[in-house]
Nanobody, 118 residues
Framework: QVQLVESGGGLVQAGGSLRLSCAASGDIFSINRMGWYRQSLGNQRELVAIITNGGNTVYADSIKGRFTISRDNSGNTVYLQMNSLKPEDTAVYYC????????????WGQGTQVTVSS
């Protein structure tokens, strides 16, 4: 079991920046990758960025060059630095952790609201 707690969301003007944090606890040594997803009103949840245990990263095309995913040395906390925010980035952002054994297990945080005003 893994527990995820997000923080750092809020209201920001277009062009501004926010940094989201996700603290993992529990069976953290089994986590294969962590990432951020978002869901805006009326839309499906979509990938924002992921980072593997090896440090490889994947980004959605819509946020490339503006957002950066990183993690601390312990691997317990993952960050999403969001720069040059746009109104279309408004969404609930969810932290995700994946453990793959014989089966893939997905764990989710409670979500944090990011609102970008124009």
């Amino acid at each position: 079991q893994v527990q995820l707690v997000e923080s750092g969301g809020g209201l920001v003007q277009a062009g501004g920046s926010l940094r989201l944090s996700c603290a993992a606890s529990g069976d953290i040594f089994s986590i294969n990758r962590m990432g951020w997803y978002r869901q805006s009103l009326g839309n499906q949840r979509e990938l924002v960025a992921i980072i593997t245990n090896g440090g490889n990263t994947v980004y959605a095309d819509s946020i490339k060059g503006r957002f950066t995913i990183s993690r601390d040395n312990s691997g317990n906390t993952v960050y999403l630095q969001m720069n040059s925010l746009k109104p279309e980035d408004t969404a609930v952002y969810y932290c995700n952790a994946v453990i793959t054994r014989r089966t893939t297990y997905n764990y989710w945080g409670q979500g944090t609201q990011v609102t970008v005003s124009s």
